[in-house]
């Protein structure tokens, strides 16, 4: 069985589309709006071939309108797109996002999986990277074979017991430093990293059409031309 597991999406359609993996199941682990202009098709992929998915923090502010705190570069793009993403989402979206679980635990190929955005501790906010004693403290009460997280959009492998965690990168908006469409396959028990180029040009030239301002469509294109890092003037 051949298990996708993407994450971090964030209404980038034109990565999403680069991913042309054959699989059986598909699990999504959150944020697929916001950062980019077109979320309709990624929230309708997901919608019709995801076999389970768990609420990010950028799902939960879209479908509630969350007005957005700070000034930092990363929130007033998030700020901005989420009002694009609001204009063009219908009612059906918005309630999809709305009505995703915090977690979900499955069993697929006779192992066992936990899914969450951030950790089981704060299921949509906890930023908590590589770190094996910090995970096996947020697991000490999951049975699973893989853990499959999000949010941090860097990939992750951790074997921690007989319990594996997971996070494949993000796949619209990676921060490793490899401007690519990141995601993992899980076939008979093993974990593949992949990851697939895809036309930036292409996504940049629809955040310009949908209307974002041009100073946070330069922040934009500098975050996927350079895999996440932020331009030294802000």
Request: charged share 20%; aromatic share 6%.
């Amino acid at each position: 069985m051949r298990i996708l597991l993407i994450a971090d999406i964030h209404a980038n359609f034109v990565a999403l589309s680069a991913i042309q993996e054959s699989f059986d199941a598909c699990l999504f682990l959150g944020d697929a709006v916001e950062y980019g202009t077109d979320p309709a098709p990624c929230l309708d992929w997901i919608r019709g071939h995801a076999t389970a998915v768990v609420r990010g923090n950028h799902d939960h502010s879209t479908a509630q309108r969350v007005q957005s705190q700070g000034a930092s570069p990363l929130r007033r793009l998030a700020a901005a797109t989420r009002a694009i993403n609001e204009r063009v989402l219908t009612a059906s979206h918005r309630k999809f996002l709305s009505q995703m679980p915090l977690t979900r635990s499955l069993e697929l190929d006779g192992q066992k999986f936990f899914l969450v955005h951030a950790t089981p501790r704060d299921p949509m906010d906890e930023y908590l990277p590589e770190d094996a004693h910090a995970w096996q403290q947020r697991l000490s009460f999951i049975e699973a074979d893989f853990v499959c997280v999000g949010h941090t959009h860097k990939p992750m492998q951790l074997h921690l017991g007989q319990t594996q965690v997971i996070n494949p990168g993000s796949v619209g908006q990676p921060r490793n430093g490899v401007p690519e469409a990141h995601y993992a396959i899980i076939e008979q028990g093993k974990v593949a990293f992949r990851t697939v180029p895809y036309d930036i040009s292409r996504a940049v030239g629809q955040m310009r059409e949908a209307g974002l301002e041009e100073s946070l469509i330069e922040l934009a294109e500098h975050l996927l031309r350079t895999g996440g890092s932020l331009p030294a003037s802000v």
